[in-house]
Each structure stands twice: as C-alpha cells, then as structure tokens.
C-alpha cells in the first residue's frame, strides 16, 4: 500500500487553476487500489467543495480521505468540510486582512488579482485567470502577483506574519503556518507506508518529502509537476515531468495506474 500526498493548485488543476477531470479519474483509482490519499493545499475548504470534490464519483467511500487546507490551518478527514477543524492559533487578524483587502483593490490591478473571499485563516489575492492559451494575460497575472506582494510586505512583516506567493496568488499568513504542519498532522495519523510519493509545482512543497523522511518512513519520491529546476532533497527520489500543472500530474499517474 502507498501513499499519496497531492498539493492542489498547478497539480491537479491546470494553468488556469481549473479542476482535471482526468487527473480525478486516476485518483479513483488509486482510492479503488486501496492506496491512502491526502491533499495539502493553500486552497480553502470552500474551493475544495465548490470545484473539486463535485467531480468525485459518489460510490467511492472517500471518508478516509485526508485533507488539508490553508497550508494546515484547516485539516479533516473526508469531503464533508464542515467537519473539519480550523486552527485559531493560524488566523490572522481581521484588521490585516482589512489592510491587504485595500491593497488588492488598486486600479492597477483590476482584471489580474481578486481577493478571495474564502479564506479563513489568510489574507489572499487570486489571479483572474484569462482564456485558456492566452500567454499574455498569464504574464500579466504573474508579474501583478508579484507586485502584491511586494506592496504588501511590510503589512504582513509589521503584523508578524508572511508573505508567501505560489503559482496562483499572494498569501499573507502566520509565520509558522507551512505545509509542514499539515504533512505532520497526516503523517502521524498513518504512521507507517511502503512508499511515499509527494506531488508539487513549487518549492514550498518539497517539504512534505522532507517532513515523510523526517518520519523515518523510506522509498519517498517527489514529483516535480512545476516549471524550473527541480528540487533535490537527500534520501528523496526527485523525477520531474515532461509537462507542467495537470499534464504533467497524469502523465506520471499513467505510470501507477497502468
């Protein structure tokens, strides 16, 4: 039995951060293999319900299902998120995000960033994603991402907390808040697999390898789904795709399910 620990945002989704049906399907059937599954992501439990769990088959008994949001603010088991549980030590202040909320609203961002209304624990501006292929809206949503987060940093550095941009949006979240939390959370929960595989596109998620080795659990490899150099961690198989975000996520899927 293996087990599978996804990030969400430009792995399961594609470069314009909508859901692949495929990807899903081959989920099922690692869930129909009896494989354990985990999602850790920066998406809140709300984008979850609304655009990813719609697209599970209902006959499969998901309530094993290990889910994280928010980094690891919000963790649960199954697809019914109002049994999750927020962590209040994680929630930043309202009178931050009302800061930030500011900011997003500046004429010069208006069509590339939103402020996502979801969140619960974070102060978080999305990209207005344009028509699929259109590569100069991207670049534009990117480098307005970038410019957020520059024009919040010393916000979110006054206030204590972080500024933390991925392949989708700026985050400003407590300063311990990372993926780690939520990898250690469903790490101690299994205790032991025969196999690790870690699914990622940024940096940022390499540390749910990291936090699997730190487990003393053996035969990780981490899949690099993302754009650039991949990342190299002692005792951690590192194998990057031929293509990125989703394309890439089935493209190594094909290998496990095949």
Known sequence: MAFYMFDVDGVLTDENARPDEDV????????????????VTGRSRGWLSDHLFPLFDDDIDWSSLYCVSEHGAIKGRGTDISSWDLD??????????????????????????????????????EAVHGDPGNKEHLKKTRESLQEYADDVQSISSESGNKTAVST????????????????????????????VFVFGDSSGDM????????????????????????????????????????????????????
């Open 24 to 39: 899903v399907k081959m989920i099922e059937q690692l869930a129909k293999d009896e494989h354990i599954l985990s999602f």
């Open 88 to 125: 209040e030590e994680y929630v930043i202040s309202d009178e931050v995000k009302d800061k930030l909320y500011k900011v997003s609203q500046k004429e010069k961002y208006e069509g590339l960033i939103q402020w996502d209304q979801t969140k619960e624990s974070m102060g978080t501006v």
């Open 168 to 195: 989708y949006g700026v985050d400003v979240i407590h300063p311990e808040l990372s993926k780690k939390i939520g990898a250690t959370w469903i790490l101690d929960e299994i205790q032991s697999a025969e196999e």
């Open 207 to 258: 540390v749910m390898a990291v936090t699997a080795r730190e487990h003393e659990l053996e035969n990780i490899t981490f899949y690099w789904v993302g754009e650039g150099e991949t990342p190299e961690e002692d005792k951690i198989t590192s194998i990057s795709s031929e293509a990125s975000y989703s394309e890439g996520t089935k493209e190594i899927l094909e290998k496990h399910i095949g």
